[in-house]
Nanobody, 119 residues
Framework: QVQLVESGGGLVQAGGSLRLSCAVS????????MGWYRQAPGKQRELVLA???????NYPNSVKGRFTISRDNAKNTVYLQMDSLKPEDTAVYYC?????????????WGQGTQVTVSS
């Protein structure tokens, strides 16, 4: 089993920045991919950013150039740096862990952290 604990959410004005953290523990040898997803009220959960242990990334155009994912292997922590935030980025953000083979598969999830961007 893998446990994920997110932190760093909050309220920020449009144009501002936030950094989310995800502490990973447990059977980390079983995963080679980490990601961030988000879910806004009334909408489906969507990918924000994902990264593999060898640096492959996946992200939608909506966050390109604004969000960055990174990892500190010594601390078993993954970060999501969010810059130039927009009101439409408001959502609950979830950390995810899993595998990348020929496709991305996430089977471990954190509890989520709220990000609210005011206009």
């Amino acid at each position: 089993q893998v446990q994920l604990v997110e932190s760093g959410g909050g309220l920020v004005q449009a144009g501002g920045s936030l950094r989310l953290s995800c502490a990973v523990s447990g059977s980390i040898f079983s995963i080679n991919a980490m990601g961030w997803y988000r879910q806004a009220p009334g909408k489906q959960r969507e990918l924000v950013l994902a990264i593999t242990t060898d640096g492959r990334t996946n992200y939608p155009n909506s966050v390109k150039g604004r969000f960055t994912i990174s990892r500190d292997n010594a601390k078993n922590t993954v970060y999501l740096q969010m810059d130039s935030l927009k009101p439409e980025d408001t959502a609950v953000y979830y950390c995810a862990a899993g595998q990348y083979g020929s496709s991305w598969y996430f089977n471990y999830w954190g509890q989520g952290t709220q990000v609210t961007v005011s206009s």
